[in-house]
């Protein structure tokens, strides 16, 4: 492989990147991680990693990485070769290298072509009254509270409630069910971090096991009871598929259950959260879209850029290749950093800007054969949301920043945003 373009090799200078991933992690960085992201950029587009690999911080490398048929998920076959393989055997580490993010070719191909593309236009289109009527009672919830107390945190009352009740809907999961789902969702993803630590992967296995019982339970009782719904007719194609292997047809059912719910979750809430934070902290900006409604699908895509809901993704050299101009060996692992991409000058000019009208690019869905399966849906979310809030809310605004979970540098979360009217 060749280099991308006209884009700058790797540094070592350990201590710059230690450096910048502590202000990464700290609260000031969750916040404003801009400069994080244009000081790690500075360091080359291949940023060597204190514990070996890379980072990918320009554009046109990280879409080469995500897009490369030569670049691979770190499945359980590329942990096994790792020297130190006792580091990949936490349950929950397991249990996620399962489901699709983690797996490769041709397992991937045969899960992805049997799901097809589950929220096609037609999908979509039938969703989008249920979701039109969850954002308006929620919305409700939210009036309320703000009539009744002055300020309401849009974090548990909204952004967190929308996509678990919309994929648990369209699953046939129990409304009782859905705070019990986002918590273990919480604790779970733990495990997902660039170096969890031991007390991190503590609190996911026990998650993990609170997970796996409940799924494992809602498709026992789902092939009791049949309904008319996604998960009924994913058990009947997997068990055409092992009719001989009741144990496979359910382990499929039950990997991608488990990952479809909880993928959709905390990453779709941080879209709708940033969306409301970046609108309607300049007045200004709340009131011009509120007079081009036309322009909501553009917002939400400049959400998407300006601040990613996941900052890292991971993947691994199947070969021996050149990246940016930097040799990376076979099964070297790099890790694309989605904000520093989408704040690349050669790719997005005057990137520290949010221009609803820029019709820039981003990487945030990745890319290739692991593009995000819940894309159109979040997109969906995001904008029946987005419209009711400009109509009903023409005064909201933010009392103060987002809080976050500033344990995390992979797959954000954002605890608190308080708004008033």
Not at 208 to 233: C, Q, S, W
Not at 366 to 383: F, K, S, T, V
Request: proline residues 7%; contains cysteine.
């Amino acid at each position: 492989m060749t280099a991308v373009g006209n884009i700058c090799g790797t540094t070592t200078d350990r201590r710059a990147v230690i450096s910048l991933l502590r202000r990464l992690r700290s609260e000031e960085g969750h916040v404003n991680p801009l400069p994080v992201w244009e000081e790690l950029r500075a360091l080359g587009d291949v940023v060597r990693a204190p514990w070996g690999g890379y980072f990918v911080t320009g554009f046109e490398a990280c879409s080469q990485v995500l897009r490369g048929r030569n670049w691979l998920v770190p499945d359980f076959a590329w942990q096994e070769r790792q020297p130190d393989p006792e580091r990949w055997q936490a349950p929950a580490t397991r249990e996620m290298t399962r489901t699709l993010i983690r797996l490769n070719a041709p397992t991937h191909t045969c899960q992805r072509r049997a799901l097809g593309n589950p929220f096609d236009r037609t999908t979509l289109e039938s969703m989008r009254p249920g979701i039109a009527a969850l954002a308006a009672t929620l919305l409700d919830d939210l009036a309320e509270r703000l009539r009744t107390g002055g300020e309401a945190d849009f974090v548990p009352t909204v952004s967190e409630q929308l996509p678990v009740r919309t994929v648990g809907e369209w699953l046939g999961i129990p409304a009782g069910d859905f705070a019990h789902i986002l918590d273990f969702t919480h604790r779970q993803v733990y495990a997902q971090e660039l170096l969890p630590t031991k007390s991190q992967l503590d609190v996911s296995a026990q998650a993990t096991l609170e997970m796996r019982a409940y799924f494992t339970e809602l498709i026992r009782k789902r092939r009791a009871h049949p309904g008319n719904d996604v998960l009924t007719r994913w058990i009947h194609y997997w068990d055409a598929q092992y009719p001989d292997d009741r144990s496979t047809a359910d382990q499929v059912v039950y990997d991608l259950t488990m990952f479809i719910t909880i993928a959709s979750l905390e990453t779709t809430a941080v879209l709708l959260t940033n969306a409301v934070w970046l609108l309607t902290q300049d007045p200004s900006r709340a009131a011009w879209l509120r007079a081009h409604p036309q322009h909501i699908d553009d917002a939400v895509e400049e959400t998407l850029r300006y601040d990613p809901p996941v900052w890292l993704n991971s993947r691994v050299a199947a070969d021996d290749t050149v990246l940016a101009g930097t040799p990376v060996a076979k099964d070297t692992t790099v890790h694309v950093l989605y904000g520093a991409a989408a704040h690349d000058p050669r790719r997005n000019p005057d990137p520290h800007l949010f221009d609803m009208l820029r019709g820039g690019g981003h990487l945030t869905f990745g890319g290739g054969a692991h593009y995000c399966l819940g894309a159109a849906l979040a997109r969906l979310e995001a904008r029946e949301l987005l419209a009711q809030v400009l109509e009903r809310f023409p005064t909201l605004r933010p009392t103060a920043p987002p809080a976050y979970d500033t344990s995390r540098v992979v797959f954000r979360r954002i605890t608190s945003l308080k708004v008033t009217t």
